[in-house]
């Protein structure tokens, strides 16, 4: 919730009487955001969802105002510690029995109305016996009983800065964990004691969900350790099938349910869900397939070409394909034949040629404005390359200088609003304040800078590019790469 | 290995997961941790509005929060009014010195 509750918690024990107005699907939210801030009985009231405002607030405002000079009650007097109880041991019993216990369900309420799995993401787990824990934490050099803790300084979110050593907070409960808690979580996935440094790695970025939209949580891993634990980075890599990819993709969202605390209709807001987090994405890199000079992502963020780590993404929005029309792709580089060939006005001309300039600027229309991350098979890189593009950084500079578009078509975009503080703000581009900026200025759609947005070569020798909404500099500035090997 | 030398090998592994069928299991708890957490009381409540800073924290849902804003300081002309606004969900903060001389508190809208 944003602070939101620490910010009340804060004010109730400096003497200042709150009172909160949320929706009504978020009361459970806010009752374990309290409890979490140490003032669990704060005083809350429901907004509507679908009155008009006016109509809405006349509801509720006389009990809003009655909320700060009604007397307390016993309870709302009462002071203490709460100190959940909190067994290594869950059950005990045979595997099938276990099997059952943790398929259990519990009934989550409207908006959701229907069984929630407590321990899994509905499919069976691998029941995490003592045993098998213990040989899945022979994956690390890491105690079981250490603190799941940043491995490095980093920065988090709205610039805030992460000291290495800080203990990590699982989001949205903001739990901890320890290093056999998350073997745990793996064993349940299906993961192999090899996979583990790639899941405490995960584990390190805290596994945050999303709140009311789209919202998709995905890993791409980078470095060796993608070779030598055998994902899958060419044909099919987002797709089911290969064991390494689809457990470490579980893993994240069983942490994100088990070490979380996150469920969907009481803290865990996404209005449809995502198919992408049934299950869970993970996929590889595929580094030896990059054209000459262009970095992968473990460079990219300052990593060596050696190092592995895991760039753990939460993006809001969805996938927006390239579908190229079979040989379409291939006719417009190889002879400037086809429908493509005709768009980019080289009708006749051999390739190759500058397939961007066939998806930009659709890219955003349609869709939520902001970086995206470029997934695109070798050999669509390779002929950027052959055009000019020798760098990641080039391709990703010419993508943002084709983005800019009016202020005032801008400003008709959904989230801007949100992320300009209401147009309060400074334009990044400019240095000047949005309100005093002239419709007829341009302005980037994608991010304040080439480089909040991402490209990773992977995939088939098939023709593809596919956009995800959100780059690796989104996330209002959290750094969404961990190191792999410091988890070995 | 042949198909057949597969099939045995794994109806062998089936054996064993059968002869241990029965065997009880201690399996450990997946539940992130939550830390011990001190718990305070609310603050006491006011005697009255009238005369007190109420501070309007407004979060964004500004269909709800103009519509609040304006009854606030309609229905309420007793009270002296300020608010932060944010369109996020992120508070402005009173600072220390704001909290100082500010009576309560209503924030909207909070998700």
């Not at chain 1, 709140?211 to 980075?233: D, L």
């Not at chain 1, 969202?253 to 994405?281: D, F, K, W, Y």
């Not at chain 1, 869709?367 to 995206?372: I, S, V």
């Not at chain 2, 002869?19 to 005697?47: F, M």
Request: glycine share 10%; hydrophobic share 35%; proline share 8%.
């Amino acid at each position: 919730m944003w602070g939101q509750l620490p910010y009340i918690a804060k004010l109730e024990k400096a003497g200042i009487p709150t009172v909160i107005i949320d929706l009504e699907d978020q009361h459970e939210m806010v009752k374990q955001e309290a409890l979490a801030a140490g003032v669990p009985q704060v005083r809350y009231l429901p907004a509507s969802r679908t009155l008009p405002g006016p109509e809405d607030v006349d509801n509720w405002i006389e009990d809003a105002l009655e909320a700060l000079v009604r007397p307390l009650t016993k309870k709302e007097k009462e002071s203490g510690m709460y100190t959940p109880s909190q067994e290594r041991v869950l059950f005990e019993g045979t595997l099938e029995e276990a099997e059952e216990f943790y398929q259990q369900t519990r009934h989550v309420p409207p908006p959701l109305d229907a069984p929630i799995a407590i321990y899994t993401d509905g499919y069976p787990i691998v029941v995490p016996t003592e045993e098998r824990v213990r040989e899945m934490l022979k994956g690390t050099s890491h105690k079981p009983d250490e603190l799941i803790t940043y491995q490095s300084d980093r920065s988090g979110r709205f610039g805030n800065v992460i000291k290495k050593g800080s203990v990590v907070r699982f989001q949205p409960r903001n739990w901890t964990a320890t290093v056999e808690k998350v073997a745990i979580n793996a064993v349940m996935a299906g993961c192999k004691p090899e996979h583990l440094p790639v899941v405490l790695a995960i584990a390190e970025s805290g596994v945050g969900t999303g709140t009311t939209v789209f919202s998709n949580q995905w890993i791409c891993v980078s470095g060796p350790i993608a070779k030598e634990i055998g994902m899958n980075s060419g044909l099919g890599m987002l797709g089911p099938g290969n064991p390494a990819n689809s457990v470490i993709g579980r893993a994240y969202q069983l942490m994100a349910i088990n070490l979380g605390g996150a469920i969907p209709g009481i803290n865990r807001m996404s209005s449809i869900g995502s198919p992408i987090n049934r299950g869970g994405l993970a996929f590889a890199e595929c580094a030896e397939k990059l054209p000459p000079g262009w970095k992968g992502i473990n460079e990219q963020f300052g990593f060596k070409k050696d190092e592995s780590v895991a760039m753990v993404m939460t993006t809001e929005g969805g996938l927006n394909g390239a579908q190229f029309s079979p040989g379409g792709y291939r006719a417009l580089q190889k002879s400037g034949h086809g429908g493509m060939a005709r768009k980019l006005g080289v009708k006749g001309i051999p390739g190759p040629h500058n397939w961007l300039d066939w998806i930009i600027p659709d890219i955003w229309v349609g869709e939520r404005e902001g970086p995206r991350t470029f997934i695109m098979v070798h050999e669509m890189a390779k002929h950027l390359y052959d055009i000019g593009f020798k760098s990641k950084e080039a391709v990703l500079e010419y993508i943002w200088k084709k983005s800019f578009e009016p202020l005032k078509k801008y400003r008709d975009r959904s989230w801007v609003d949100l992320t300009t503080n209401g147009w309060m703000g400074v334009e990044r581009t400019s240095g000047k304040p949005w309100k005093e900026l002239p419709d007829d200025y341009m302005v980037p759609v994608a991010g304040d800078e080439p480089t909040d947005n991402c490209i990773i070569v992977c995939g088939s020798d098939e023709e593809i590019c596919f956009e995800i909404t959100g780059g690796p500099r989104g996330m209002w500035g959290a750094a969404p790469v961990y190191s792999i090997d410091a988890w070995r | 290995m042949t198909g057949l030398h597969f099939i045995l090998k794994n109806n062998d592994l089936r054996r064993v997961k059968m002869a241990e069928k029965g065997k009880v299991y201690k399996c450990l708890n997946p539940v992130g941790i939550q830390l011990p957490v001190k718990t305070s009381p609310l603050a006491p409540r006011l005697d009255t509005l009238d005369g007190k800073t109420i501070h309007f924290s407004i979060t964004g849902e500004p269909d709800i929060t103009i519509a609040l804003d304006k009854r606030l300081k309609k229905d309420y002309p007793n009270v002296n009014w300020t608010q932060k606004k944010s369109y996020t969900p992120m508070p402005v903060y009173l600072t220390d010195e704001e909290m100082k001389t500010t009576d309560g508190v209503i924030l909207a809208v909070c998700w």
